[in-house]
């Protein structure tokens, strides 16, 4: 099977020290990517450790694809224990970063510690070194990477880099790349800031030799360069108006399903503001979407859908414009769109202010820097919904993405069980019940699709493919690049998932925490479901004797599996 090539690189910012260690039995078991990186942090973060806690540690790691031309694979995961979910997340960033990573030599970085003063970590395939860089503090995302840049002569696709918001501990502070780039969701841009981690560059020429099958690697290319579909024009937001009209688009803080003016910010809009093409590191797709508005000088990469309903209809705003500021605010200050945007929603809907973009531009900002009110709400929806005095729209703490649980109740079933809560990319069982696969209505009879395809998304987050690919990266085309055969890649999956439930139910997440903070059909059978498909306690936990350490023994400190449970 194929799998990643190269060492761990650990950085423990306690003593400023890099080393370097042999994982192939890990690759050759995991692939690469989340799965590697999930069977690290379940082995080596100690279960109780405090998110914000030099304790806890980030894993950034590739799968084998990120050294060669194959569309669709410029891409990269990070792992670690959230401070907005209190359990462990992976998240996925585009950009071409991931070229950068391989050419250091490495299959994974760990970092791990914490720094007295404020650092950036430069990475080669020679060696380490560690940079303090004090005047840096509070700087936006694109003042590091114009430092970088006239210190080293490196552009934004070298670097990941957090911005005030990851400084100030804001628990849904993203990771940037490529300045426009985020590793989302779950907050480990918090933890970043929590290690004094400001940014960490890498280059080298030591990409790993690895051969890719081909076909169906060229076909692909050529699929991917050739197509004419709206999707590729107009990217995630292509789909704006059919879910609004078929299905739901959350609007005015979940008040309604509807919103009249889906038009104004959809993917024609977003379109029209649209110029040039952009693409991932060798993606001949090239789906992404720089915007720009000539009269106001706005000018960003998106939004994408996600972000036209978090800083658009959720907020009761309907202009593009405001949506695309939005986007820029939160990709120069280095947080979450969905989240931040589902944190002002609910602000503004305590205010009575839904449809004040200006209003949600400044709380943004707040946010960001903790000013104010704004340190009430940079902790989240689920912990402030109370002093505001709306609906906890979260599950494990996150802030649900913008396909509708209330409406199509596969996804909302996703929601409900996911290890990372309220995400839409953990299983992406809306896009059957878009399609008419499955009906959207009910819950009952789901679980065995579900976990088919929560296994599905654990491989293409470890092989790294994209999860726009599935056209083009076929199951079957997926097991003859991995040259191995689907069910064993979903047997990989399924370990992965295993894993991180494992070390949630270790942090007291059990069946209570499998809920929504609404009512959809049948969903405590559902759920049952669901653990009987995945081998789980009726109480929603995995015994400990089925999960194998793997990583206890590389070395520093670690969560291993007491014999207890
Ligand atoms: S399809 Fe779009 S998001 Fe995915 S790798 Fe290609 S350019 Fe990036």
Redesign the pocket.
């Known amino acids: 099977m194929l799998h990643a090539e190269g060492p761990l690189l650990t950085l423990d910012l306690n003593d400023r020290t890099a080393t370097r260690t042999n994982i192939d039995d890990i690759l050759e078991e995991f692939i690469g990517g989340r799965s590697v990186a999930t069977a690290l942090a379940h082995d080596r973060i100690p279960f109780d450790a405090d998110p914000f806690g030099p304790e806890n540690r980030a894993y950034l790691s590739i799968g084998p694809f990120q050294s060669s031309t194959t ?5 990269m995961s990070m792992t670690s224990l959230s401070p907005l979910t209190d359990g462990l997340v992976s998240t996925n960033a ?1 950009g071409y970063l991931s070229r950068e990573f391989a050419g250091a030599g490495i299959s994974t970085l760990e970092v791990t510690g914490a720094s007295d003063e404020l650092l950036i970590a430069h990475v080669t395939d020679e060696g380490v070194e560690f940079e303090e860089v004090p005047d840096l503090e509070g700087a936006k995302v694109p003042e590091v990477s114009e430092y970088v840049e006239e210190t080293r002569g490196l552009g934004p696709e070298n670097c990941i880099t957090i911005g005030p918001a990851g400084e100030n501990l804001v628990r849904f502070a993203c990771v940037m790349t490529y300045d426009s780039r985020a590793f989302g969701r779950g907050g480990l841009g918090a933890v970043l800031g929590s290690k004094n981690l400001k940014a960490v560059t890498f280059e080298g020429d030591s990409h790993p030799e690895i051969e890719i099958p081909d076909p169906p690697e060229m076909d692909i290319h050529r699929e991917a360069a050739t197509s004419d579909d709206l999707f590729r024009r107009q ?1 995630t937001t292509s789909g704006t108006e059919f879910i609004n009209e078929n299905f739901a688009l959350p609007t005015r803080y979940f008040e309604e399903y509807h919103f009249e003016h889906a038009a104004s910010i959809g993917g024609d809009a977003v379109e029209e503001k649209k110029y040039k093409k952009e ?2 590191s060798q ?1 001949a ?4 979407l720089p915007t720009r508005d000539e009269e106001s000088g706005v000018e960003t990469e998106g939004p994408e859908f996600e972000t036209v309903y978090s800083y658009g209809s959720l907020q009761g705003v309907d202009n593009i414009v405001d949506v695309m500021r939005g986007n820029e605010l939160c990709d120069v200050l280095g947080l979450d769109t969905i989240s931040a945007g589902v944190t002002v929603a609910a602000y503004l809907a305590s205010e009575d202010e839904l449809g004040n973009a200006e209003l949600a531009h400044e709380m943004t900002e707040k946010i960001a820097h903790r000013d104010g009110i704004g340190d009430d709400l940079a902790e989240g929806v689920h912990r402030v919904h109370d002093q505001l005095d709306v609906g906890d729209y979260t599950v494990k703490g996150m802030a649900f993405a913008a396909h509708d649980g209330r409406v199509i109740h596969g996804q909302g079933l996703s929601y409900a069980v996911s290890n990372r809560g309220g995400d839409h990319m953990y299983s992406q069982i809306h896009g059957e019940e878009y399609d008419g696969v499955i009906d959207h209505e009910g819950t009952l009879g789901k679980s065995e699709l579900l976990v088919e395809k929560e296994n599905r998304c654990a491989i293409r987050d470890s092989a790294i493919v ?1 999860a ?2 599935d056209d083009y990266v076929t199951n079957d085309r997926l097991a003859t690049l991995l040259d191995t055969s689907y069910d064993e890649l979903l047997e990989i999956g399924a370990k992965t998932i295993e894993r991180e439930r494992h070390f949630n139910n270790r942090r007291g997440k059990d069946v209570d925490d499998d809920t929504l903070p609404y009512e959809i059909p049948d969903l405590e059978e559902a759920v049952q479901e669901y653990y009987e498909e995945r081998g789980l306690r009726e109480d929603g936990t995995i015994p400990s004797d089925r999960i194998e350490t793997v990583a206890a023994d590389l070395g520093g400190s670690s969560g291993a599996v007491s014999a207890d449970d």
């Open positions: 569309s669709f694979t410029g891409r585009g990217g693409a991932c993606c797709y090239a789906c992404k994209c726009f690919a």
